[in-house]
């Protein structure tokens, strides 16, 4: 009895036993798949089409600062832009080189191009990719003052911007000699160029971020500090990220052209407004175009002489409607629009006001001036329709006997006023109202061609 029962408890130890193992073997078994779904790689990606300014810049720095959050394995670039201001593509560069996951910039899609500051940027990231039919490169520095630069001055910033991309170049294993001519000699480069060049200034053609994900899958990069990272991108999620609706509306319009039109819509207005007071729209109209204007200089670069040529042009314009110069100040003053709109919109490499917009908008705001102008000159010099002043010089004819001593009445506009006449005047006699003292007015003989007085 007592075999039976003491064997029966070390029975149900080895039960639990062989139980419990088994189930730490599922579990163990179970865990990984679920690790593996959790955990799927996370690409983080931005698409920019424009130009490069500060609004740019703080759209990808802000994407690399979400994706150090998130703690993505890898952040894509799609790059399409025409160039922009070098200060904006040295903060976009140092940001690149410090994110803590690997960041692609892809030239896409097909017919995209990456030129001058699109092309530093393209050399600065830890993996480089263009879509069949894009190019790359001319990103030789140029002036953005509006001035003329010496020949001095132009081989010192082209030669400082050439070695800015040599080293970006060489620190990512890139072709420095090419890197250097895109600068020296704006040379540019196709994707077939980039990618069969020893070294490529690229690493891989690919048709979209998709094809892209799956190439780099696998691949073991350097980073610009020297550390080797494996990448993971197969099955990856992909987030993309957009503007917000405040760097969207920003970035539409520091545009140069955008900032020149609104402008001249904001000065078309105001004037619109300062030559017919109280009508109101055309000022609100006008000021906010040219609030949203100087918003926008203060992203676009302005040469400040090209502003002060613009102000000069529509003072000489208004002095034209108040001296007789034949001319000569409003065509100085179309002159100088046209000269300070091209000096005023500074240059950012591949992108430029062209003079088929300034041409016609200095002229449609030459002409707007100058029509409102002499029509408001017009209206000041017509003779006064209502009131005391109306009424002088206006035709009547007497009711009654008119004498310098003994008041009459008169007939005026079907209104009969009491009225006093230097010369004695008969009941019939057509007048002219000469003056008024409150509501008597003084009238002299129609055909009376001696000067007008008062008594």
Known sequence: MADITSGRPEKGRRFRTVGAAGFLLAASLAVPGQQSDSQRPLAIVAELDGIIHPVSA???TDVINESDASGADIVVFVLRTPGGLLESTRTIVSRIITSRAPVVVFVGPSGGRAASAGFIITLASDVAAMAPGTHIGAAHPVSGSGETVDETMSKKAASDTAAYARSLAEARGRNVALSAEAVLDSRAFTDHEAMSATPPLIDLVVPDVEQLLREIDGRTIRRFDGRMTR???ANAEVRRVDMTRRQRFLSAIAHPQVAYLLMTLGILGLTVELWNPGAIAPGVAGGISLLLA????????VNTAGLLLI?????????EL????FGALGIGGVVALVFGSVM?????????VSLGSIIPAALVLAAAILGLGRLALASQRRPPQSGAEGMIGEIGRSRTTLTADVPGQVDVHGEIWQAVSRDPLPAGAPVRIVSMHGLTVVVEPLDDAAPKGEL
């Not at 102000?311 to 002095?319: H, S, V």
């Not at 108040?322 to 110069?325: A, I, L, W």
């Open 344 to 352: 005023a919109m500074r240059e950012i490499p591949g992108v430029r």
């Open 58 to 60: 703080e759209y990808l």
């Open 311 to 319: 102000l000069l042009g529509i003072a000489l314009l208004i002095l």
């Open 231 to 233: 990448v993971r991108t």
């Open 322 to 325: 108040k001296m007789p110069s």
């Open 294 to 301: 100087f918003f926008a200089f203060q992203i676009v670069p």
